[in-house]
C-alpha cells in the first residue's frame, strides 16, 4: 500500500497539518529551540510562511483547554522572534517559552486529529 499525501486530502487537512507541526514542536522543545514560520514552511514543503494561522490555532487551542504551556510560541517572524498576531501568549514569552521548555512533553499522549479540530471548533 502506498503513503497517502497531503495534498490529496480533500477534507480535514488542517487538524492532520497541526498533529504534524505538533510533533515537530515537541521536538524543538526538547531542544530548547524556537523555529521560524519559513523553517516550518520549508519541512513541510510548502512555498510560503504565511499559511499557519489554523494550523497553529489548533494546538494553541489545544493546549489552552488542557492547561498546557502554548507550545505555539517556539514559532517566530524571523525579523522580530516573537509569534505572529493572533497566537496567545502571555505578556512575557520568556516566561511562557521557558514553561513550554520545561514542560515534560513526551509524557503525556499526543492529540488525535479529532481533538485538534474539535479544540479549534471550541468544542
Not at 490555532?57 to 522572534?81: E, F, M, Q, S
Request: charged share 20%; glycine share 8%; with cysteine.
Amino acid at each position: 500500500m502506498s503513503p497517502r499525501y497531503f495534498d490529496a486530502m480533500l477534507e480535514k487537512k488542517r487538524p492532520h497539518r497541526a498533529l504534524q507541526v505538533y510533533q515537530i514542536l515537541l521536538g524543538t522543545a526538547a531542544n530548547r529551540q524556537i523555529i521560524t514560520y519559513g523553517m516550518l514552511a520549508d519541512i513541510l514543503g510548502y512555498e510560503g510562511a504565511g499559511v499557519f494561522a489554523e494550523i497553529l490555532d489548533h494546538i494553541a487551542y489545544w493546549c489552552a483547554r488542557r492547561g498546557l504551556p502554548p507550545l505555539t510560541v517556539l514559532v517566530v517572524n524571523k525579523d522580530t522572534g516573537l509569534p505572529g498576531d493572533g497566537i496567545p501568549v502571555q505578556a512575557d514569552i520568556n516566561v511562557e517559552r521557558e514553561r513550554v521548555f520545561s514542560f515534560k512533553w513526551y509524557r503525556i499522549l499526543p492529540p488525535t486529529t479529532d481533538e485538534l479540530e474539535a479544540a479549534f471548533q471550541g468544542l
